[in-house]
């Protein structure tokens, strides 16, 4: 019913910056929060920034002040900005969305495949 396909992903120096896209498509009749998170290797998924339909962010302590969560709510689209890459922000990274359906009187979540990002020199 529902599908979220990021991009921009990719390797990147120390300090670099990457800019993630998540499209949203699908029988969507809205979408509430739409978020970022991340998994590295022998680690639990976490979350990195989200964002409601009014624009109300929420980041993890780790990337405050160098990731930007944006959306835009007319493409369903959700964008995460980061700047200044460190090798420990290295993980898959994957969208989550909170969506009504059409049809549905219940909003639930739907995840992307994930997009691998590596900060490496």
């Known amino acids: 019913q529902v599908q979220l396909v990021e991009s921009g992903g990719g390797l990147v120096q120390p300090g670099g910056s990457l800019r993630l896209s998540c499209v949203a498509a699908?029988?969507?009749?809205?979408?509430?929060?739409m978020g970022w998170y991340r998994q590295a290797p022998g680690k639990q998924r976490e979350l990195v920034a989200d964002?409601?339909?009014?624009?109300?962010?929420d980041y993890g302590d780790s990337v405050k002040g160098r990731f930007t969560i944006s959306r835009d709510n007319a493409k369903n689209t959700v964008y995460l900005q980061m700047n200044s890459l460190k090798p420990e922000d290295t993980a898959v990274f994957y969208c989550?969305?909170?969506?009504?359906?059409?049809?549905?009187?219940?909003?639930?979540?739907?995840w992307g495949q994930g997009t691998q990002v590596t900060v490496s020199s």
């Open positions: 964002i409601t339909s009014g624009g109300s962010t």
């Open positions: 699908g029988s969507i009749l809205s979408i509430n929060t």
């Open positions: 989550k969305a909170r969506v009504r359906v059409r049809g549905s009187l219940v909003n639930n979540d739907y």
